[in-house]
T-cell receptor, first 114, second 112 residues
Framework: GESVGLHLPTLSVQEGDNSIINCAYS??????FIWYKQESGKGPQFIID?????DKRQGQRVTVLLNKTVKHLSLQIAATQPGDSAVYFC?????????????FGKGTRLSVIA | DGGITQSPKYLFRKEGQNVTLSCEQN?????MYWYRQDPGQGLRLIYY???????QKGDIAEGYSVSREKKESFPLTVTSAQKNPTAFYLC???????????FGSGTRLTVV
């Protein structure tokens, strides 16, 4: 498959453990944040999003936490599985506008050890 | 099924040649985007279009051109002016930014 990031930060976790992927964003005016998962050779897939009026949102096995004070976003994956191995990107909407292009972080590679 | 289709999956370009990457969506989305992805870097915005017959430059537009003649189509041309075109190109669309983007599966462009 294609490599989407040869020099990305890497997080290695044991299968069944919880994973926490962090992201620092740059614009204090950003009001919408998204986490994407990208498997090798594929396009990014939406995982979960959160608006700035929330500090936590839960999905199926995933939780996103938002700390606006320090401009920090995290993605928690419960009971990590081999299929979770991928590159994870955070994205922010910096201008409080529906169609303004999202700004993407550089990504973190998650490797799950079976 | 609704979705966004990029073609071809792999594309090879000779020096000095223009090539066009296709992006088609049947989601009835207004906005479409082109991103470039290089190893070790995030997604960098090339061009985007919020409505038919209108588009704006992104952060790395030099050496690229686009058109938006139809709502469902947003082709990207990599011109000979782009000196380092080898990369993975991603197309995305959205109805409203607050719903996030739907991405295509990408085109891997290689200069030979």
């Amino acid at each position: 498959g294609e490599s989407v990031g040869l020099h990305l930060p890497t997080l290695s976790v044991q299968e069944g453990d919880n994973s926490i992927i962090n992201c620092a964003y740059s614009n204090s005016a950003s009001d919408y944040f998204i986490w994407y998962k990208q498997e090798s050779g594929k396009g990014p897939q939406f995982i979960i999003d959160i608006r700035s009026n929330m500090d936590k949102r839960q999905g199926q096995r995933v939780t996103v936490l938002l700390n606006k004070t320090v401009k920090h976003l995290s993605l928690q994956i419960a009971a990590t599985q081999p299929g979770d191995s991928a590159v994870y990107f955070c994205a922010e909407n910096p201008m409080n506008s529906g169609n303004t292009p999202l700004v993407f972080g550089k990504g973190t590679r998650l490797s799950v050890i079976a | 099924d609704g979705g966004i289709t990029q073609s071809p999956k792999y594309l090879f370009r000779k020096e000095g040649q223009n090539v066009t990457l296709s992006c088609e969506q049947n989601l009835n989305h207004d906005a479409m985007y082109w991103y470039r992805q290089d190893p070790g870097q995030g997604l960098r915005l090339i061009y985007y279009s919020q409505i038919v017959n209108d588009f704006q430059k992104g952060d790395i537009a030099e050496g690229y051109s686009v058109s938006r003649e139809k709502k469902e189509s947003f082709p990207l041309t990599v011109t000979s002016a782009q000196k380092n075109p080898t990369a993975f190109y991603l197309c995305a669309s959205t109805d409203r930014g607050y719903d996030g983007y739907t991405f295509g599966s990408g085109t891997r462009l290689t200069v030979v």
